[in-house]
């Protein structure tokens, strides 16, 4: 007897999640969404607004955020000086 699609549906959700679990199947499907809008267009309307500098204020800016968050380095110990 033939399927429903929703039976079919059903039948591959089921075996997805029995063999990559409930993460690896969310992950396996969220490769085939499509997504909306227009990418290139949108894309194209805040780059254009930004010039070289900002870019690169802008990078500069993210560097120094993520040097900042990160746990300084030790002082060189400094040796004792031998009394000759």
Request: hydrophobic share 35%; charged share 40%; glycine share 8%.
């Amino acid at each position: 007897m033939p399927r429903t699609l929703d039976q079919i549906r059903e039948r591959g959700l089921d075996a997805l999640k029995r063999e990559l679990g409930r993460a690896g199947m969310i992950r396996f499907l969220q490769q085939f969404e499509s997504g909306r809008g227009d990418y290139a267009k949108e894309r194209r309307a805040w780059v254009d607004k930004m010039s070289l500098d900002d870019l690169l204020k802008l990078m500069l800016s993210k560097k120094a955020g993520v040097e900042s968050k990160a746990k300084p380095a030790a002082a060189p110990k400094r040796r004792k000086r031998s009394k000759s």
